[in-house]
């Protein structure tokens, strides 16, 4: 496993931009591929957007698209996740996690503790 730590969570007011930060402790097969999940109270952990080595990403989920951007940064093992516009309900844990090789529909390899985003409204 690759240890990947979040930054960048907190409180925004619906409208609000947030910007995650996840790092990773190497670079190896294990991030060829990484992204975000999130997770709300009471509900399951859905995927919000991944991207891999290259920069291609997937569809972005409906209930992000246009509002949520994926990018990563080689040189410095981190993957970012730019949040505009944000509603209420996008508070979540939101946790970084890394695949080895090339597709994003499997289980994730590593995973990181997560970070809180809250948005008041």
């Known amino acids: 496993q690759v240890q990947l730590v979040e930054s960048g969570g907190g409180l925004v007011q619906a409208g609000g931009s947030l910007k995650l930060s996840c790092a990773a402790s190497?670079?190896?097969?294990?991030?060829?591929?990484m992204g975000w999940f999130r997770q709300a109270p009471g509900r399951e952990r859905e995927i919000v957007a991944a991207?891999?080595?290259?920069?291609?990403?997937?569809n972005y989920p409906d209930f992000v698209k246009g509002r949520f951007t994926i990018s990563r940064d080689n040189a410095k093992n981190t993957v970012y996740l730019h949040m505009n516009n944000l509603k209420p309900e996008d508070t979540a844990v939101y946790y970084c996690?890394?695949?080895?090789?090339?597709?994003?529909?499997?289980?994730?390899?590593?995973w990181g503790r997560g970070t809180q985003v809250t948005v008041s409204s």
């Open positions: 996690a890394a695949w080895a090789g090339s597709s994003w529909s499997t289980a994730p390899g590593s």
């Open positions: 190497e670079r190896t097969f294990r991030t060829d591929v």
């Open positions: 991207i891999n080595y290259v920069g291609g990403s997937m």
